[in-house]
């Protein structure tokens, strides 16, 4: 990504990741953080984002933030008048109506407190829910501490019997997985939801949570859980976007410049 910061966006000055307060080429200087959204469309999203209530991350200047991802991936589609969430769900074998309501950090349960990355409304009320990642080392756990484990208790605990496999339902496994177990949590079963974890299939370091993904619930949860490779949902949407025109094809090329260099690079991507 310093390449891409250096050659495409024309930023030499490295940024610093405000954890340790050292410059990394991969981080933008947080000023110009506007420039991790893509060329395309980036006039366009940032006069959108003004009129929302959207909190940018605290790393949103880092180019391989997971937050610019899920905006960049799914903002073109959202205002496409449903033609590109329609086609986003047809990459992904979903079938569905699309009911013109999608939002990014969406927030089922204020009480509860988790922001799900992007959300998508299909008729007659089912959410397909994402959780998105691309560098991390891994889904997100929380510290057996007082104040998770009476959150465990007061909150988690009365919706875990019949929804996920034994072995997940006590407090230290949750804790360990806590991302996965949040997004599963909040399946509504009479509206039939869908959470689809999404990630790069080379981002070795999150294939070792794919296991528990798969295998932390229990039917009709478990077939609502998907995987997805952000390799796999961008080659799939090539075909679906052909009625966009131009458009459609320039948003995949500048996907693929940005977040899979290495198939730019070989020469791989379709």
């Given at each position: 990504?310093?390449?891409?910061?250096?050659?495409?966006?024309?930023?030499?000055?490295?940024?610093?990741?405000?954890?340790?307060?050292?410059?990394?080429?991969?981080?933008?200087?947080?000023?110009?953080?506007?420039?991790?959204?893509?060329?395309?469309?980036?006039?366009?999203?940032?006069?959108?984002?003004?009129?929302?209530?959207?909190?940018?991350?605290?790393?949103?200047?880092?180019?391989?933030?997971?937050?610019?991802?899920?905006?960049?991936?799914?903002?073109?589609?959202?205002?496409?008048?449903?033609?590109?969430?329609?086609?986003?769900?047809?990459?992904?074998?979903?079938?569905?109506?699309?009911?013109?309501?999608?939002?990014?950090?969406?927030?089922?349960?204020?009480?509860?407190?988790?922001?799900?990355?992007?959300?998508?409304?299909?008729?007659?009320?089912?959410?397909?829910?994402?959780?998105?990642?691309?560098?991390?080392?891994?889904?997100?756990?929380?510290?057996?501490?007082?104040?998770?484990?009476?959150?465990?208790?007061?909150?988690?605990?009365?919706?875990?019997?019949?929804?996920?496999?034994?072995?997940?339902?006590?407090?230290?496994?949750?804790?360990?997985?806590y991302q996965i177990g949040r997004n599963v949590w909040h399946?509504?079963?009479e509206a039939g939801d869908m959470a689809v974890f999404l990630?790069?299939?080379?981002?070795?370091?999150?294939?070792?949570?794919?296991?528990?993904?798969?295998?932390?619930?229990?039917?009709?949860?478990?077939?609502?859980?998907?995987?997805?490779?952000?390799?796999?949902?961008?080659?799939?949407?090539?075909?679906?976007?052909?009625?966009?025109?131009?458009?459609?094809?320039?948003?995949?090329?500048?996907?693929?410049?940005?977040?899979?260099?290495?198939?730019?690079?070989?020469?791989?991507?379709?």
């Amino acid at each position: 990504m310093t390449i891409y910061k250096r050659e495409f966006l024309h930023v030499s000055e490295d940024g610093i990741w405000l954890r340790n307060g050292r410059p990394y080429g991969h981080i933008l200087p947080q000023e110009k953080y506007r420039l991790n959204i893509l060329a395309g469309f980036r006039d366009e999203f940032w006069k959108w984002f003004s009129t929302q209530r959207i909190q940018l991350q605290r790393d949103f200047h880092h180019l391989n933030s997971s937050q610019a991802l899920s905006f960049n991936l799914f903002f073109p589609l959202m205002i496409e008048e449903g033609q590109g969430l329609a086609a986003l769900l047809k990459a992904m074998n979903v079938t569905g109506s699309v009911d013109g309501t999608a939002a990014f950090e969406f927030q089922p349960d204020p009480s509860e407190g988790t922001c799900l990355d992007f959300s998508l409304t299909l008729k007659p009320g089912t959410h397909v829910n994402f959780e998105i990642k691309y560098t991390e080392s891994e889904f997100g756990s929380a510290r057996a501490d007082r104040s998770h484990l009476d959150k465990f208790e007061a909150v988690y605990k009365g919706k875990l019997s019949g929804r996920f496999d034994e072995s997940f339902c006590c407090a230290s496994r949750f804790l360990k997985h806590y991302q996965i177990g949040r997004n599963v949590w909040h399946l509504n079963k009479e509206a039939g939801d869908m959470a689809v974890f999404l990630f790069p299939r080379a981002n070795a370091r999150l294939l070792q949570d794919e296991k528990v993904i798969r295998s932390c619930a229990v039917e009709p949860f478990r077939s609502r859980i998907r995987v997805l490779y952000l390799e796999d949902l961008i080659t799939a949407l090539e075909p679906e976007l052909r009625g966009m025109g131009g458009g459609g094809q320039q948003y995949l090329s500048e996907l693929r410049l940005k977040y899979l260099p290495q198939e730019v690079v070989t020469g791989t991507a379709t």
